[in-house]
């Protein structure tokens, strides 16, 4: 089950955080996804370490914890896409799927004349878009 989905800036600030569990795990999904962007960074400069190339950009699962497991998505633009799943044997086509339409949906939002770059996004066209595309992976949304 999907658990959280997060668009993170090319400066590490959050741009947008959608949990799709109870309120009382929102903190601790945010802790999750702010972990998270320290694995990203040393994926991206020590890429001889770390298994995938550089110009990948499905950085495959970040880490596991007891609970979840971690995947990261790297745009071109160095945006940082993070997904926090309760599966335990989710495979790396599916999540690279999600990861597709998740970056369209976000491609589609900041194209909006009205969003400006850098800020959060706000619009709840792409909040519902990414609550479909959660559920169109057989997940169905309950936050």
Known sequence: MIVCVAVVGHQNNPLYIQSFTEADDALKLH????CSLDVVDERVNNPKKSGP???ETFLGMLYPTENYKVY???TN???KFILVTTDLDVRDADVRNFFRKFHAAYVDAVSNPFHVP?????SRVFADRVSNIVQSF???PTG
């Open 31 to 34: 802790h999750i996804v702010h």
């Open 53 to 55: 190339t550089l110009n």
């Open 72 to 74: 990261g998505y790297l």
């Open 77 to 79: 633009t160095k945006v």
């Open 118 to 122: 850098g800020k959060k996004i706000t």
């Open 138 to 140: 057989g997940f169905s």
